[in-house]
């Protein structure tokens, strides 16, 4: 607020008391010429004076509110409890705008309020019946299992990938959520990676990939529960993109500059050039997805956030003869010399 | 027989879960009364106690802090939350393993085993006996009287395997489960070589027609 723009404001009241003062002085020289023009003009500004003094007072205060409302708002974090820091102004206008805005804000506040409450209610039951439709699956797991048959072990099957979604589901809730229930510490790499493939040996084993590791005598640090779902989705992956001759995986560690590299590369089908920058994009399923089906566009994408969650770099590579390699960079920081 | 205690409030997993541990060769208890757990698991003094968490009466961990109180007995716990701070909230209470829901049930008996195996200290068997020859584990040889011969990693697994079930077939998807399990990640041109190598190994110490092939069926050691 300056006083150009303050003038301009009350140009109104500034054009009235301009007009009447100098009527006044004309008048006065015109119908008291014995007065002299000096008497005419001294009571012009002395009329003028009165005038300008209240504005100017009212401009200062004007000022001093509008500037302490100016800084607040930028410091603000959040800009919608601005009411609650400023005073109330003690002039009319202010007054009312100020009331106005205290309202609005705070009818804000309990939108903003109610949504929030939905949201953490509506998370809290998904999260719970996440976990509990664990116990469905377990025991028609154990049915399956104790019932064998080509029947059930098609239903097992089925029950595997309803496990893998439902675990997509809940690392995507863990990936949002600020709290941190996630642990790191040292891992040998070589125990992340055997317990991968272990946990997904039944479906390796029929799709008949050949495995070979390299390398992984290395230790990272991590949490071991969130890196074995990031490899679980890397190897669905390379199941479901194999080629259909002689599918290989082949899993290497290796050291790097400040770093330590696990690469998971397979000979599968392979990712066109120009989708490369979008495979870890949410919902992006990509030409193969979209031809081999079954593809959500979630999992690369999960992947990424709890990434960057541990502080992992991600990254793939594909050449145009097909096979696809995923490369997990550890980085060795200081911090981690020092645990 | 190794006896093992299951507590687990949800009937059919109690029931499939008792029999799944049957067939695999455990005597299983399962209480279907929650409220004194704690001294059932005292008194019936299993080998092993696979714990749920989630329980009427009194929860899991408080069960698994009062038993370790008194009891040495090995214990697994097994809860539908998977996260490491679960895991090691249920290391705290002196649990010794912890699975979580839903359990791949391979997983679960070598869990099982590991922890019997550890905790009641068996000395794992050095030979195996086959009549005309031995299987000794410890050195990874198959002893032919005064005759050794050197075995691979995979083809000790294989015999071993073999030998388990010996005088019934073995197929072949049974042997590369069975050597996954042991860490060994084969695929099915990898065992074709290994059966190669080893039944080419056998003969030429002699052991002519140790290991037939049932076609489309698998392998039986004699």
């Known amino acids: ?339 | 027989m190794k006896k093992i205690l299951i507590v687990e409030d949800h009937k059919k997993i109690r029931d499939e879960l008792s029999l799944f541990l049957s067939h695999s060769g455990y005597l299983c208890e399962a209480p279907e009364d929650f409220s004194d757990v704690i001294g059932k698991i005292l008194t019936s003094a299993p080998h092993l106690v696979l714990l749920d968490l989630n329980l009427p009466v009194y929860d899991g961990c408080h069960i698994c802090r009062e038993v370790r109180k008194k009891s040495e007995v090995p214990i697994i716990v097994v809860t539908s939350r998977n996260t490491e701070i679960d895991e090691l909230t249920a290391m705290n209470l002196g649990a010794d393993d912890f699975i979580t829901k839903p359990y791949n049930t391979q997983i679960l008996l070598a869990r099982i085993e590991t922890l019997l195996r550890r905790v009641y200290r068996e000395t794992p068997v050095e030979k195996l006996n086959c009549d005309s020859f031995l299987i000794n584990l410890g050195k990874s040889t198959l002893e032919i009287g005064a005759e050794v011969l050197e075995l691979t990693k995979n083809e000790l697994r294989i015999m071993t395997c073999l030998y388990e079930k010996r005088g019934s077939i073995v197929s072949r998807d049974d042997l590369i489960r069975s050597l996954w399990d042991s860490e060994l990640f084969v695929d099915d041109n990898t065992l074709t070589v290994n059966m190669t190598r080893l039944r080419r190994k056998l003969e030429e110490a002699g052991l002519n027609e140790v290991i037939t092939t049932k076609r489309g069926r698998g392998y039986l050691l004699r």
Request: net charge neutral.
């Open chain 1, 1 to 339: 607020m300056n006083i150009r723009e303050y003038v301009k404001d009350k140009w109104v009241y500034l054009l009235c008391h301009g007009g009447t003062m100098l009527f006044t002085v004309a008048s006065l020289y015109v119908l008291f010429p014995q007065g002299g023009k000096q008497f005419a003009f001294l009571l012009g500004f002395l009329y003028l004076f009165a005038a300008l003094i209240p504005l100017y007072a009212e401009y200062l205060k004007k000022k001093r509110y509008y500037q302490t409302l100016e800084k607040t708002l930028e410091q603000l974090d959040q800009k919608n409890l601005l009411t609650e820091v400023i005073p109330r102004p003690d002039f009319f206008d202010g007054k009312f705008m100020y009331d106005a805005l205290k309202i609005s804000n705070k009818f804000c506040l309990e939108e903003i309020k109610h949504h929030k409450g939905m949201q953490s209610d509506y998370r809290e039951y998904i999260e719970m019946w996440m976990h509990e439709v664990k116990t469905p699956i377990a025991s028609s797991k154990l049915i399956v299992q104790n019932n064998p048959g080509p029947a059930t072990s098609s239903i097992s099957e089925e029950l595997d990938s309803i496990e893998n979604y439902l675990e997509q589901a809940l690392y995507y809730a863990r990936s949002n959520t600020v709290e941190n229930d996630y642990l790191i510490r040292e891992l040998p790499l070589e125990q992340v990676v055997v317990a991968a493939l272990k946990r997904d040996s039944a479906l390796l084993i029929r799709s008949g990939i050949s495995i070979a590791t390299e390398g992984l005598a290395l230790s990272v640090f991590s949490d071991s529960k969130w890196l074995e779902f990031i490899l679980h989705q890397l190897i669905i992956n390379s199941v479901k993109y194999a080629a259909e001759k002689s599918p290989r995986i082949l899993i290497t560690g290796r050291h790097a500059e400040n770093a330590c590299i696990l690469s998971f590369s397979d000979n599968g089908i392979g990712i066109p050039e120009k989708e490369l920058p979008k495979v870890f994009d949410k919902g992006f399923t990509g030409t193969n997805g979209r031809l081999r089906g079954k593809s959500t566009g979630m999992g690369l994408y999960i992947c990424q956030k709890l990434c960057t969650k541990l502080g992992l770099g991600i990254s793939v590579f594909s050449g145009p003869e097909g096979g696809t390699t995923m490369e997990l960079v550890f980085p060795k920081s200081s911090m981690t010399a020092v645990l």
